[in-house]
């Protein structure tokens, strides 16, 4: 992994060659992220998304191929948010010390310093602090465990913010609500976004650009609307199929608009009906 700070994309991946034992799991994958732009990556179950995930995070070596990042300086460039929010917040620290706890690693400022830090990023996603400061993970929920997730990802200023699947375990409602923050901090900070899911109407919401991914190869790409209006891939027309209540491809491009809770089309997965939930 090298340092590309003199293009404008945050990340190139170039020709990803990954496998576990004899069997090819990632075939030649490239895909660039632009400072400030969101990507999305579907595909099916299967496809290679995590492995992606994982070898961007330098948790699985690639066979060849190559990963660039942009890091703008930053120790940790890449921060992840999973799937399931409640499981990857240490259980026994309170919201407060989790999203504190990189500064804490990396021995920034004071812990005066990093606890205001803290509080600041739990107010700009949506967690009141002195409500939420000393809640543990147990007590929160999906929505808000989520929440808590994406201000630890953001305090340490990563060049790029990998989201894997980071909404399909929650409720209807509240997936509307973490993409709508996704958005604003897309929009408001310039978070560059690599933005990993199975699901065409979920990526619509967020991402600028989408790659579609079919056994482990890219099989077409480009402008999110272009793909999702004009499918050239039999593939991407089944994973559309797929999304049957994907919003109307001569909809207005919802990528640089809030979402809106109510006429929001939920993934599959959560098709039936579900209570609205008062809070997160
Ligand atoms: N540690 C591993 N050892 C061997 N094979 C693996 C390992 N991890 C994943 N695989 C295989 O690699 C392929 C891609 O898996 P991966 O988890 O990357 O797909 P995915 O698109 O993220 O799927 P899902 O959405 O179900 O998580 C699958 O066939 C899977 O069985």
């Given at each position: 992994m090298s340092d590309v700070a003199s293009t404008p994309d945050v990340l190139i991946v170039s020709n990803l060659v990954?496998?576990?034992?004899?069997?090819?799991?990632?075939?030649?994958?490239?895909?660039?992220?632009?400072?400030?732009?969101?990507?999305?990556?579907?595909?099916?179950?299967?496809?290679?998304?995590?492995?992606?995930?994982?070898?961007?995070?330098?948790?699985?070596?690639?066979?060849?191929?190559?990963?660039?990042?942009?890091?703008?300086?930053?120790?940790?460039?890449?921060q992840m948010v999973f799937q399931d929010p409640i499981s990857s917040l240490n259980p026994h620290r309170a919201a407060l010390d989790i999203v504190a706890e990189p500064l804490t690693i990396r021995g920034e400022g004071t812990m005066r310093q990093r606890r205001e830090s803290a509080r600041e990023l739990l107010s700009r996603v949506g967690l009141d602090p002195h409500r939420f400061a000393d809640a543990r993970p147990s007590t929160l929920s999906g929505g808000q465990a989520q929440r808590v997730a994406i201000?630890?990802?953001?305090?340490?200023?990563?060049?790029?913010?990998?989201?894997?699947?980071?909404?399909s375990s929650l409720d209807v409602s509240v997936q509307a609500r973490v993409l709508n923050l996704l958005a604003e901090l897309r929009d408001e900070i310039g978070l560059s976004m690599l933005f990993i899911s199975h699901d065409l109407a979920v990526v619509r919401m967020i991402a600028d650009s989408v790659a579609v991914l079919c056994e482990g190869q890219i099989v077409e790409s480009g402008d999110t609307e272009s793909v999702i209006s004009a499918p050239q891939h039999e593939y991407t027309r089944q994973l559309l199929e797929a999304a049957p209540r994907l919003p109307g491809a001569s909809r207005p491009a919802p990528?640089?608009?809030?979402?809106?809770?109510?006429?929001?089309?939920?993934?599959?997965?959560?098709?039936?009906?579900?209570?609205?939930?008062?809070?997160?």
């Amino acid at each position: 992994m090298s340092d590309v700070a003199s293009t404008p994309d945050v990340l190139i991946v170039s020709n990803l060659v990954v496998g576990y034992g004899d069997r090819v799991v990632l075939d030649g994958v490239s895909i660039n992220v632009p400072k400030g732009g969101s990507v999305g990556l579907v595909g099916e179950s299967g496809s290679g998304k995590s492995t992606f995930a994982r070898t961007i995070l330098g948790l699985q070596k690639p066979r060849s191929g190559s990963i660039n990042i942009a890091s703008g300086g930053a120790d940790h460039p890449v921060q992840m948010v999973f799937q399931d929010p409640i499981s990857s917040l240490n259980p026994h620290r309170a919201a407060l010390d989790i999203v504190a706890e990189p500064l804490t690693i990396r021995g920034e400022g004071t812990m005066r310093q990093r606890r205001e830090s803290a509080r600041e990023l739990l107010s700009r996603v949506g967690l009141d602090p002195h409500r939420f400061a000393d809640a543990r993970p147990s007590t929160l929920s999906g929505g808000q465990a989520q929440r808590v997730a994406i201000a630890r990802a953001l305090i340490a200023r990563p060049a790029l913010l990998l989201c894997d699947e980071p909404v399909s375990s929650l409720d209807v409602s509240v997936q509307a609500r973490v993409l709508n923050l996704l958005a604003e901090l897309r929009d408001e900070i310039g978070l560059s976004m690599l933005f990993i899911s199975h699901d065409l109407a979920v990526v619509r919401m967020i991402a600028d650009s989408v790659a579609v991914l079919c056994e482990g190869q890219i099989v077409e790409s480009g402008d999110t609307e272009s793909v999702i209006s004009a499918p050239q891939h039999e593939y991407t027309r089944q994973l559309l199929e797929a999304a049957p209540r994907l919003p109307g491809a001569s909809r207005p491009a919802p990528t640089s608009t809030l979402i809106d809770p109510v006429n929001f089309s939920p993934p599959a997965p959560f098709a039936g009906p579900s209570p609205e939930p008062k809070d997160d």
